[in-house]
């Protein structure tokens, strides 16, 4: 039996990330859902944990900047995660509740942008965290259902950060920056949790 990767779902009205239970029947994690879905982010939760968050499309605020004005998760930060096509994706990095994302607050980086609320946040580069943190990448990039294979579909991310940063392009803007992981924080496994 394959692992299946967690994905969350945002509820606007209720201010609230839910995990999605996928079912042995179905395909994937929202079969069965009516309505298009788009990835607003990520969010950080247990375990050391990344898990990519969707939200209803109809109820989402595009922002000035990264993601959406709408969501009033706490933010932990900005993630770049490298693209199929060469270029490099920013997504906000969300918490269910304060304290959730701690584990990737302390990794340091040197680089920075700013979030869905247009303040200065953190960016971590997804090859540079340690591997006890697991990243899950979202297996509907561009939105559920996908579009159609004949459009060139092009996800909100790259949209406001055209044209995408390759990561060696992202590193080369400060050339004296090093990229250091201090990890102070403990990741855990408490199986009575699950």
Same mark, same amino acid.
């Given at each position: 039996?394959?692992?299946?990767?967690?994905?969350?779902?945002?509820?606007?009205?209720?201010?609230?990330?839910?995990?999605?239970?996928?079912?042995?029947?179905?395909?994937?994690?929202?079969?069965?859902?009516?309505?298009?879905?788009?990835?607003?982010?990520?969010?950080?939760?247990?375990?050391?944990?990344?898990?990519?968050?969707?939200?209803?499309?109809?109820?989402?605020?595009?922002?000035?900047?990264?993601?959406?004005?709408?969501?009033?998760? @706490?933010?932990?930060? =900005?993630? !770049?995660? &490298?693209?199929?096509?060469?270029?490099?994706? *920013?997504?906000?990095?969300?918490?269910? %509740?304060?304290?959730?994302?701690?584990?990737?607050?302390?990794?340091?980086?040197?680089?920075?942008?700013?979030?869905?609320?247009?303040?200065?946040?953190?960016?971590?580069?997804?090859?540079?965290?340690?591997?006890?943190?697991?990243?899950?990448?979202?297996?509907?990039?561009?939105?559920? @259902?996908?579009?159609? =294979?004949? !459009?060139? &579909?092009?996800?909100?991310?790259?949209?406001? *950060?055209?044209?995408?940063?390759?990561? %060696?392009?992202?590193?080369?803007?400060?050339?004296?920056?090093?990229?250091?992981?201090?990890?102070?924080?403990?990741?855990?496994?408490?199986?009575?949790?699950?």
């Amino acid at each position: 039996m394959t692992m299946q990767v967690p994905l969350w779902l945002y509820f606007p009205q209720k201010n609230q990330a839910l995990q999605v239970i996928q079912l042995p029947t179905d395909n994937h994690a929202l079969d069965g859902f009516n309505g298009r879905y788009v990835l607003v982010g990520y969010l950080a939760h247990s375990h050391c944990q990344i898990s990519p968050l969707y939200g209803p499309e109809y109820e989402m605020v595009p922002s000035n900047s990264l993601g959406f004005s709408n969501i009033n998760l @706490p933010i932990v930060g =900005i993630l !770049a995660v &490298p693209q199929g096509s060469g270029g490099t994706g *920013f997504h906000t990095v969300y918490e269910r %509740q304060l304290n959730d994302g701690d584990f990737l607050r302390v990794v340091a980086t040197d680089f920075c942008r700013p979030d869905a609320s247009g303040h200065p946040s953190q960016v971590w580069l997804l090859h540079a965290l340690d591997p006890v943190i697991q990243f899950h990448e979202a297996p509907f990039p561009y939105g559920f @259902p996908p579009p159609p =294979i004949e !459009a060139a &579909p092009i996800p909100h991310a790259l949209q406001l *950060f055209s044209p995408a940063l390759i990561e %060696q392009e992202l590193a080369s803007l400060i050339p004296s920056a090093t990229q250091s992981v201090d990890f102070e924080y403990s990741c855990y496994t408490d199986d009575s949790l699950m």
